[in-house]
């Protein structure tokens, strides 16, 4: 069985870092490229950030450009979110995702992506 699993969300001031972690487990995604999407109440699930099968290539949506790092350790099937200066607005349920297909690009749209984790709640105070 294929599962995604993400951690270390929580509650957070502005201003404040968290580092979230994926871990991937029944497959491997070594080939495969990776990312994050988030979901806050009432919207639809928003592209993050996607990083190649071998972590060369990042792409972020422009609102947490500069302040989000995705990277990935494919020895330990597992990709990271590192959020810094967060703000309320990215208050949200962040989502891991991955494909099942091997490629050498990166996507960020949801329809690219095979499977998903159950979510991690991440809550940023003013």
């Known amino acids: 069985q294929v599962r995604l699993v993400e951690s270390g969300g929580g509650l957070v001031q502005a201003g404040g870092s968290l580092r979230l972690s994926c871990a991937a487990s029944?497959?491997?995604?070594?080939?495969?490229?990776m990312a994050w999407f988030r979901q806050a109440p009432g919207k639809e699930r928003e592209f993050v950030a996607t990083?190649?099968?071998?972590?060369?290539?990042?792409d972020y949506t422009g609102s947490v450009q500069g302040r989000f790092t995705i990277s990935r350790d494919n020895t330990m099937s597992t990709v990271y979110l590192q959020m810094t200066s967060l703000k309320p607005e990215d208050t949200a349920v962040y989502y891991c995702?991955?494909?099942?297909?091997?490629?050498?690009?990166?996507?960020?749209?949801?329809?690219?992506?095979?499977?998903w984790g159950q979510g991690t709640q991440v809550t940023v105070s003013s």
């Open positions: 990083i190649s099968w071998d972590g060369d290539a990042t």
């Open positions: 029944g497959r491997t995604f070594s080939s495969s490229p």
């Open positions: 995702a991955a494909r099942a297909s091997p490629s050498p690009h990166y996507y960020t749209g949801k329809q690219e992506y095979d499977y």
